[in-house]
Structure formats: C-alpha cells, structure tokens
C-alpha cells in the first residue's frame, strides 16, 4: 500500500513537472502558462496574462437575458477570452490576405461601427466588391444566425473564412492553394502557435478554429454606449409591457424624442412603425422581417445590420444607394416598391406599397434619431481596436 502511494505521488509528480532528484533529467516541457509567449508579447499590444474582458461584459440591465437568449446566434458558440483575442488578431492581420496588403478591418472600420465608408470595398488586388460593406456591431443578434446582405451564408463561422477566400477579397482561392496556402502561412507567423494555444490549448491551426475565432470576437462587438443608451437606461422599466421604449427621453432634444416616437409607433397610429422590423434595444432585424421595397419586383429577401452605429456606417442599404439617412427616411416615406419580396409591414391596408407621408420636420426628426443610435464609445473601445504594434 505504502509503495502504491508512493508511485501514484511520483506520477502526480511527474504530471505537475516536478523531477524526482534520483534521476535528473532536462526540464520538463512544461504545459504553456500566461507568463510565456514571448512572441504575443513581441508583436502585438495584447497582454495575455490580462485578456480583455470578451468573456462577461458589463451590460446595461435591459441587455439581460439577450446574450445565450433566443436571439442570440451565439448561443450555442460561448465567446472566450482568448478566442475573442485570437480573433480580433486574425481581423487586423493582413497575413491573412494573398499579397498582405488587406485585413477584415480594411473594409470594416471601428470608426463606422465596423462598416466602410465607400459604397464598395476594395479587395487585395484593387478588384470592387458587389455590395456594400455591413456594420458589425450586434451582428449577434440576428437571431436566423445567417449572414450577408442575402443571409447566403448559414452561420457567422462559415462566414468568417468567405472573404478569406473570396478571389476579389483576400485571395485565398483556389488558385491560390485556398485555405491550406493560408493555414501553411500562419503556422510560420512567430504569434499564432501561441495565440492559438492560448485559445485553444494547442497550437494546432484549422480552419475550424479561425472561424471559431473570428466569430467569437465578431459576436463580442456588442453595442451599448450611444446616447439612446444613455437616455433609455434612465426610461427603462422592465415592468412595462413596452419597456419603455415609447417613454420619452430625458436627455434628448425634442426633435430627438419626436424622432424616437415615429420610430417605435406603428403606421396607424400615426408613426413610422420602424421598431416593427429593427427591433431595441439591439436594433436588429426582426427574424420575420422580408425585404423593404428598395427595387420594383425585388424578389430577393435582404437583411439588414443593427441599426446601432448605423450613422457612421453609410452609404446604405445592401448596394449602398444611399448616402445620407435623409435618402433612406424619403423612401420610407414614399419610395417603397412592389414586389414578391416586399414586407407585408411595408404595405397599405390594401396591400399597396405602404406611403408614409411624413412631413419634412418628421422625416429630419427620424434622421436625428437614427443618430442617437451611434455607439460613440465603441470607436475607441481598445478591445476591439487594432491590437498589433505597428
Ligand atoms: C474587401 C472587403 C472586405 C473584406 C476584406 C472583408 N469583408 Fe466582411 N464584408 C464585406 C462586404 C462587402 C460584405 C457584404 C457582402 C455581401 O453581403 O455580399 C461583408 C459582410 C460581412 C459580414 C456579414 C455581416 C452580417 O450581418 O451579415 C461579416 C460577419 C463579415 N463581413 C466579416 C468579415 C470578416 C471576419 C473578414 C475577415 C476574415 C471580412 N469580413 C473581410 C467586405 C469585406
Ligand atoms: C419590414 C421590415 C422593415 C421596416 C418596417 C423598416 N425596415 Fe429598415 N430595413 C429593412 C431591411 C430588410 C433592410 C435592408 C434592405 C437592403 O439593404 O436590401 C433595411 C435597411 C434599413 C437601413 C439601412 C441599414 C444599412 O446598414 O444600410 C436603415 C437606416 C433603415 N432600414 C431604417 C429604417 C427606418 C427609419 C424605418 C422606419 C421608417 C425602417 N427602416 C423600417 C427592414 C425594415
């Protein structure tokens, strides 16, 4: 028994990396610790020993229940971390583009609620992408979890890797040797082995896990920090069956409050009924929501981004055809089109096209309100800024 014990406190030895002094033998490897990654440490403005907090972020009360909720395409996918901090690396490396020249944030910025302020991207030869950059802030909540204008891509992980090997984005195409050229590449930058451990407890690079990564800090870009935030925290009341989405907002100008109060109320009662479709506090679209009416005929079912930080991200709409929110308000106003695609909420009682009529103090007053939805602290949150020391 005695002896028993003693091998089992030997093996326990061993596993913890102690050396028994009877046989000296060269250090043990010992299983990476925060204290390591001398690389991490080298390239980027990333402290692993003190990782941002993606994990549990402190969130306004009328956010609860939202993250692991319904509504969250995360759900199932919880953000780490580490693998938060993988991804915002990978989103800021142009490793990650054929030539080196283009990262994820080249086309979406943190000044523009990680959208791009051209109508069309530019991609890693010069080459224009067909539709227009989508804002990333509250990309989670888009509770169908598919992605693109179109919803073509069924999740935000196989999202991810897309650009990467889209021929006019990153490159990665088949010509180019695709995701394995990639994978190959990155085993030989000096921060990914370790980045990866971090994450994931080896340095083993898949495709599998860039996507994991990636999602993972795309879906931690949650937005909370605009003046509605600010305004609605003081108005939120959980026992009201509105949540007091329609109480008006102290902080802001009267212009504001009217704009607030078209958004949220339906079209029969004298509103815009906005709020049907880009639904708070996260302003994402409703998982029902079809298209709205932008082309005659229109037989294709859009989506659109959170509307938070929707004023520093235009042009707008999928082809970006707008360039001011003033554009937008007028084609809800009287420019919505018939066609198979086009929301029933988006119609009259006869199921015309909907004609909101709004006089021009109310459309300039819907405007002034979709810029109270801009994320101001966002734009400099350092966690989600570019982490490399260039
Ligand atoms: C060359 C510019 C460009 C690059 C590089 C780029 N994107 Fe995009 N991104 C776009 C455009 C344009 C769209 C909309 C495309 C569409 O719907 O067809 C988009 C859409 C998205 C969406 C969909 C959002 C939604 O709500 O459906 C996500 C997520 C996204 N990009 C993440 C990334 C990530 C992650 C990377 C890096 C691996 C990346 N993008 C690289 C231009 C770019
Ligand atoms: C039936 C649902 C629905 C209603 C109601 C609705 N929208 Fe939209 N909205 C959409 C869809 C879908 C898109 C994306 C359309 C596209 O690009 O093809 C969109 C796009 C937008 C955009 C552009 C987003 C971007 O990233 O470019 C803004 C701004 C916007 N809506 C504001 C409003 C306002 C203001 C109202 C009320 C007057 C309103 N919406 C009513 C469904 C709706």
């Known amino acids: 028994m005695k002896h028993l014990l003693a091998s089992v406190c030997c093996l326990l030895l061993a596993a913890c990396g102690g050396d028994t002094p009877a046989t000296p033998t060269p250090d043990p490897v010992t299983p990476a610790t925060p204290s390591t990654f001398p690389a991490i440490r080298a390239s980027l403005i990333v402290d692993p020993e003190a990782l941002p907090n993606y994990a549990a972020p402190t969130l306004p009360a009328y956010y609860a229940g939202l993250i692991g909720g319904p509504q969250d395409n995360g759900r199932t996918a919880p953000v780490s971390n580490a693998g938060a901090t993988l991804g915002r690396v990978l989103f800021f490396d142009r490793e990650l583009s054929v030539n080196r020249t283009i990262s994820c944030a080249s086309c979406h910025t943190q000044s523009t609620g990680f959208?791009?302020?051209?109508?069309?991207?530019?991609?890693?030869?010069?080459?224009?992408?067909?539709?227009?950059?989508?804002?990333?802030?509250?990309?989670?909540?888009?509770?169908?979890?598919?992605?693109?204008?179109?919803?073509?891509?069924?999740?935000?992980?196989?999202?991810?890797?897309?650009?990467?090997?889209?021929?006019?984005?990153?490159?990665?195409?088949?010509?180019?040797?695709?995701?394995?050229?990639?994978?190959?590449?990155?085993?030989?930058?000096?921060?990914?082995?370790?980045?990866?451990?971090?994450?994931?407890?080896?340095?083993?690079?898949?495709?599998?896990?860039?996507?994991?990564?990636?999602?993972?800090?795309?879906?931690?870009?949650?937005?909370?920090?605009?003046?509605?935030?600010?305004?609605?925290?003081?108005?939120?009341?959980?026992?009201?069956?509105?949540?007091?989405?329609?109480?008006?907002?102290?902080?802001?100008?009267?212009?504001?409050?009217?704009?607030?109060?078209?958004?949220?109320?339906?079209?029969?009662?004298?509103?815009?009924?906005?709020?049907?479709?880009?639904?708070?506090?996260?302003?994402?679209?409703?998982?029902?929501?079809?298209?709205?009416?932008?082309?005659?005929?229109?037989?294709?079912?859009?989506?659109?981004?959170?509307?938070?930080?929707?004023?520093?991200?235009?042009?707008?709409?999928?082809?970006?055809?707008?360039?001011?929110?003033?554009?937008?308000?007028?084609?809800?106003?009287?420019?919505?089109?018939n066609g198979p695609a086009l929301d029933p909420r988006l119609r009259g009682p006869g199921g015309q096209p909907l004609r909101l009529n709004l006089s021009q103090a109310d459309q300039l007053a819907l405007v002034a309100f979709l810029i109270t939805l801009t994320d101001e602290a966002m734009v400099t949150d350092a966690k989600f800024s570019d982490p490399f020391r260039r």
């Open 115 to 337: 959208s791009d302020p051209r109508q069309f991207s530019v991609g890693f030869e010069g080459g224009q992408t067909p539709m227009h950059s989508m804002r990333l802030v509250n990309a989670r909540f888009w509770a169908p979890g598919t992605f693109f204008w179109d919803r073509r891509a069924p999740t935000l992980e196989s999202q991810t890797t897309d650009p990467i090997q889209d021929p006019v984005e990153m490159g990665f195409d088949a010509a180019h040797g695709g995701f394995t050229a990639l994978v190959g590449r990155l085993q030989g930058v000096t921060y990914y082995p370790e980045l990866f451990t971090l994450a994931f407890g080896d340095p083993v690079i898949t495709q599998a896990r860039v996507q994991q990564a990636l999602a993972q800090y795309v879906r931690s870009i949650v937005s909370a920090g605009s003046r509605w935030d600010q305004g609605y925290a003081q108005v939120f009341n959980p026992a009201l069956q509105d949540r007091g989405v329609n109480t008006p907002i102290p902080g802001f100008t009267a212009e504001e409050n009217r704009g607030r109060q078209l958004f949220f109320t339906p079209p029969p009662q004298g509103g815009a009924g906005c709020s049907a479709c880009h639904v708070a506090p996260t302003f994402a679209l409703t998982p029902n929501s079809r298209s709205n009416g932008l082309d005659a005929g229109e037989t294709r079912i859009f989506k659109s981004p959170s509307l938070k930080s929707v004023s520093g991200g235009g042009p707008f709409m999928h082809d970006g055809r707008f360039s001011t929110l003033a554009q937008v308000v007028e084609h809800y106003t009287n420019g919505i089109q």
